[in-house]
T-cell receptor, first 114, second 116 residues
Framework: DVKVTQSSRYLVKRTGEKVFLECVQD?????MFWYRQDPGLGLRLIYF???????EKGDIPEGYSVSREKKERFSLILESASTNQTSMYLC?????????????FGPGTRLTVT | AQKVTQAQTEISVVEKEDVTLDCVYE???????LFWYKQPPSGELVFLIR??????QNEISGRYSWNFQKSTSSFNFTITASQVVDSAVYFC?????????????FGPGTSLSVIP
Protein backbone atom coordinates (compact mmCIF):
# COMPACT_ATOMS: atom_id res chain seq x y z
CA ASP A 1 0.00 0.00 0.00
CA VAL A 2 1.12 3.48 -0.78
CA LYS A 3 1.73 5.50 2.28
CA VAL A 4 1.81 9.25 2.36
CA THR A 5 2.59 10.68 5.75
CA GLN A 6 2.51 14.25 6.97
CA SER A 7 4.56 15.47 9.89
CA SER A 8 1.69 16.85 11.96
CA ARG A 9 -2.08 16.40 12.12
CA TYR A 10 -2.62 19.66 13.97
CA LEU A 11 -0.43 22.74 14.16
CA VAL A 12 -0.91 26.13 15.79
CA LYS A 13 1.42 28.95 14.81
CA ARG A 14 1.58 32.68 15.33
CA THR A 15 1.37 35.33 12.67
CA GLY A 16 4.79 35.98 11.15
CA GLU A 17 6.28 32.63 12.07
CA LYS A 18 7.99 30.48 9.49
CA VAL A 19 6.15 27.19 9.14
CA PHE A 20 7.37 23.91 7.66
CA LEU A 21 4.95 21.17 6.63
CA GLU A 22 6.62 17.91 5.73
CA CYS A 23 5.32 15.14 3.50
CA VAL A 24 6.90 11.75 2.85
CA GLN A 25 5.79 9.02 0.45
CA ASP A 26 7.14 5.50 0.27
CA UNK A 27 6.22 4.42 -3.26
CA UNK A 28 8.97 6.05 -5.27
CA UNK A 29 6.46 8.38 -6.94
CA UNK A 30 7.82 11.13 -9.14
CA UNK A 31 4.94 13.54 -8.67
CA MET A 32 4.06 15.18 -5.39
CA PHE A 33 1.49 17.86 -4.64
CA TRP A 34 0.47 20.29 -1.94
CA TYR A 35 -3.16 21.38 -1.70
CA ARG A 36 -5.12 23.45 0.72
CA GLN A 37 -8.72 22.58 1.49
CA ASP A 38 -11.24 25.19 2.55
CA PRO A 39 -15.01 24.77 2.96
CA GLY A 40 -16.87 25.31 -0.28
CA LEU A 41 -13.70 25.65 -2.32
CA GLY A 42 -12.60 22.05 -2.63
CA LEU A 43 -8.91 21.35 -2.99
CA ARG A 44 -6.75 24.06 -4.48
CA LEU A 45 -3.29 23.28 -5.74
CA ILE A 46 -0.50 25.29 -4.15
CA TYR A 47 2.61 23.73 -5.68
CA PHE A 48 3.64 20.47 -7.21
CA UNK A 49 6.86 18.73 -8.11
CA UNK A 50 7.45 16.22 -10.87
CA UNK A 51 11.03 15.39 -9.95
CA UNK A 52 13.70 16.05 -7.36
CA UNK A 53 14.55 19.75 -7.19
CA UNK A 54 11.81 20.50 -9.71
CA UNK A 55 8.75 22.50 -8.76
CA GLU A 56 5.87 24.21 -10.45
CA LYS A 57 3.40 26.76 -9.14
CA GLY A 58 -0.17 25.69 -8.81
CA ASP A 59 -3.22 27.90 -8.65
CA ILE A 60 -2.51 29.67 -5.35
CA PRO A 61 1.27 29.78 -4.73
CA GLU A 62 1.39 33.24 -3.15
CA GLY A 63 2.79 33.17 0.36
CA TYR A 64 4.17 29.65 -0.02
CA SER A 65 7.35 27.99 -1.20
CA VAL A 66 8.38 24.34 -1.50
CA SER A 67 11.43 22.18 -1.34
CA ARG A 68 12.12 18.76 -2.83
CA GLU A 69 15.65 17.66 -2.07
CA LYS A 70 14.85 13.96 -2.05
CA LYS A 71 12.37 12.02 -4.12
CA GLU A 72 10.34 10.82 -1.17
CA ARG A 73 10.04 14.16 0.63
CA PHE A 74 8.17 17.31 -0.35
CA SER A 75 8.07 20.24 2.04
CA LEU A 76 5.71 23.19 2.07
CA ILE A 77 7.02 26.39 3.61
CA LEU A 78 5.05 29.37 4.82
CA GLU A 79 7.70 32.07 4.96
CA SER A 80 5.67 34.36 7.21
CA ALA A 81 2.42 32.79 8.31
CA SER A 82 -0.74 34.87 8.14
CA THR A 83 -4.21 34.25 9.50
CA ASN A 84 -5.61 33.72 5.99
CA GLN A 85 -3.36 30.67 5.72
CA THR A 86 -5.38 28.91 8.40
CA SER A 87 -6.55 25.84 6.54
CA MET A 88 -6.29 22.10 6.04
CA TYR A 89 -3.18 21.19 4.04
CA LEU A 90 -3.11 17.96 2.08
CA CYS A 91 -0.12 16.33 0.47
CA UNK A 92 -0.48 13.83 -2.36
CA UNK A 93 1.72 11.74 -4.59
CA UNK A 94 1.26 10.06 -7.94
CA UNK A 95 3.33 7.90 -10.23
CA UNK A 96 4.61 9.16 -13.55
CA UNK A 97 2.91 8.49 -16.76
CA UNK A 98 -0.58 8.91 -17.85
CA UNK A 99 -3.42 11.09 -16.81
CA UNK A 100 -5.06 8.00 -15.49
CA UNK A 101 -3.10 7.64 -12.34
CA UNK A 102 -4.95 8.48 -9.16
CA UNK A 103 -3.37 10.49 -6.40
CA UNK A 104 -2.59 9.10 -2.97
CA PHE A 105 -3.23 11.49 -0.15
CA GLY A 106 -1.82 11.98 3.30
CA PRO A 107 -4.07 12.47 6.35
CA GLY A 108 -3.75 16.25 6.23
CA THR A 109 -2.39 18.92 8.54
CA ARG A 110 -4.87 21.32 10.06
CA LEU A 111 -2.96 24.57 10.51
CA THR A 112 -4.25 27.40 12.65
CA VAL A 113 -2.47 30.75 12.49
CA THR A 114 -3.33 33.07 15.35
CA ALA B 1 -11.78 27.06 -18.80
CA GLN B 2 -11.49 23.87 -16.86
CA LYS B 3 -14.00 23.53 -14.11
CA VAL B 4 -15.72 20.96 -11.92
CA THR B 5 -19.08 21.70 -10.33
CA GLN B 6 -20.73 19.79 -7.54
CA ALA B 7 -23.95 21.66 -7.00
CA GLN B 8 -24.96 19.81 -3.83
CA THR B 9 -23.05 21.21 -0.89
CA GLU B 10 -24.63 18.97 1.74
CA ILE B 11 -26.98 16.01 1.54
CA SER B 12 -28.66 14.11 4.37
CA VAL B 13 -30.34 10.77 3.87
CA VAL B 14 -31.73 8.11 6.13
CA GLU B 15 -29.90 4.82 6.19
CA LYS B 16 -30.87 2.43 3.38
CA GLU B 17 -32.00 5.23 1.08
CA ASP B 18 -30.36 5.64 -2.31
CA VAL B 19 -28.51 8.88 -2.98
CA THR B 20 -26.96 10.42 -6.10
CA LEU B 21 -24.12 12.90 -6.01
CA ASP B 22 -23.90 15.13 -9.05
CA CYS B 23 -20.76 16.20 -10.88
CA VAL B 24 -20.64 18.42 -13.96
CA TYR B 25 -17.37 19.33 -15.65
CA GLU B 26 -16.10 21.67 -18.32
CA UNK B 27 -13.15 20.97 -20.59
CA UNK B 28 -11.99 21.70 -24.11
CA UNK B 29 -9.84 18.59 -24.30
CA UNK B 30 -10.93 15.37 -25.97
CA UNK B 31 -8.71 13.25 -23.75
CA UNK B 32 -9.25 13.54 -20.04
CA UNK B 33 -9.98 11.49 -16.95
CA LEU B 34 -12.59 11.86 -14.26
CA PHE B 35 -12.23 10.67 -10.68
CA TRP B 36 -14.24 10.33 -7.52
CA TYR B 37 -12.60 10.50 -4.09
CA LYS B 38 -14.07 9.95 -0.65
CA GLN B 39 -12.89 11.91 2.39
CA PRO B 40 -14.14 10.30 5.62
CA PRO B 41 -14.01 12.18 8.94
CA SER B 42 -10.43 10.94 9.44
CA GLY B 43 -9.41 13.36 6.67
CA GLU B 44 -7.52 11.20 4.18
CA LEU B 45 -8.92 11.26 0.66
CA VAL B 46 -9.45 7.81 -0.77
CA PHE B 47 -9.64 7.08 -4.48
CA LEU B 48 -12.90 5.45 -5.58
CA ILE B 49 -12.97 5.35 -9.37
CA ARG B 50 -11.49 6.74 -12.58
CA UNK B 51 -13.14 7.04 -15.97
CA UNK B 52 -11.49 8.08 -19.25
CA UNK B 53 -13.19 10.30 -21.76
CA UNK B 54 -13.52 7.54 -24.34
CA UNK B 55 -15.33 5.09 -22.11
CA UNK B 56 -18.93 5.97 -21.39
CA GLN B 57 -19.88 2.64 -19.95
CA ASN B 58 -21.46 2.90 -16.57
CA GLU B 59 -19.73 1.11 -13.75
CA ILE B 60 -21.02 -0.68 -10.69
CA SER B 61 -18.99 -1.71 -7.69
CA GLY B 62 -21.08 -3.19 -4.93
CA ARG B 63 -23.43 -0.48 -3.69
CA TYR B 64 -21.62 2.19 -5.72
CA SER B 65 -22.39 3.05 -9.32
CA TRP B 66 -21.26 5.76 -11.67
CA ASN B 67 -23.02 7.27 -14.66
CA PHE B 68 -20.77 9.05 -17.16
CA GLN B 69 -22.53 11.03 -19.90
CA LYS B 70 -20.37 13.09 -22.25
CA SER B 71 -23.40 14.69 -23.86
CA THR B 72 -24.22 16.47 -20.61
CA SER B 73 -20.62 16.58 -19.28
CA SER B 74 -21.71 14.77 -16.16
CA PHE B 75 -20.20 12.03 -14.04
CA ASN B 76 -22.71 11.23 -11.31
CA PHE B 77 -22.20 8.88 -8.40
CA THR B 78 -24.99 6.82 -6.83
CA ILE B 79 -24.86 4.98 -3.53
CA THR B 80 -27.55 2.35 -3.18
CA ALA B 81 -28.88 1.37 0.24
CA SER B 82 -26.72 3.94 2.00
CA GLN B 83 -25.00 3.11 5.27
CA VAL B 84 -23.69 5.24 8.09
CA VAL B 85 -20.12 4.44 6.98
CA ASP B 86 -20.85 6.26 3.72
CA SER B 87 -20.94 9.54 5.62
CA ALA B 88 -18.08 11.57 4.17
CA VAL B 89 -17.21 14.38 1.81
CA TYR B 90 -17.08 13.23 -1.79
CA PHE B 91 -14.98 14.99 -4.42
CA CYS B 92 -15.22 14.77 -8.17
CA UNK B 93 -12.03 15.61 -10.08
CA UNK B 94 -10.95 16.18 -13.68
CA UNK B 95 -7.49 15.42 -15.03
CA UNK B 96 -6.21 16.98 -18.24
CA UNK B 97 -2.88 17.08 -20.02
CA UNK B 98 -0.86 20.26 -20.01
CA UNK B 99 2.49 20.86 -21.70
CA UNK B 100 4.64 19.51 -18.91
CA UNK B 101 2.25 18.02 -16.39
CA UNK B 102 -1.21 16.64 -15.80
CA UNK B 103 -3.48 19.17 -14.23
CA UNK B 104 -6.10 17.96 -11.76
CA UNK B 105 -9.05 20.12 -10.81
CA PHE B 106 -11.21 19.16 -7.85
CA GLY B 107 -14.82 20.13 -7.36
CA PRO B 108 -15.89 21.80 -4.11
CA GLY B 109 -17.12 18.53 -2.65
CA THR B 110 -20.47 17.21 -1.41
CA SER B 111 -20.85 16.41 2.26
CA LEU B 112 -23.03 13.34 2.72
CA SER B 113 -24.58 12.50 6.06
CA VAL B 114 -26.28 9.14 6.45
CA ILE B 115 -28.56 9.13 9.45
CA PRO B 116 -29.20 5.83 11.22
Amino acid sequence: DVKVTQSSRYLVKRTGEKVFLECVQDMDHENMFWYRQDPGLGLRLIYFSYDVKMKEKGDIPEGYSVSREKKERFSLILESASTNQTSMYLCASRGTGTLAYEQYFGPGTRLTVT
Amino acid sequence: AQKVTQAQTEISVVEKEDVTLDCVYETRDTTYYLFWYKQPPSGELVFLIRRNSFDEQNEISGRYSWNFQKSTSSFNFTITASQVVDSAVYFCALSEKRSSYDKVIFGPGTSLSVIP
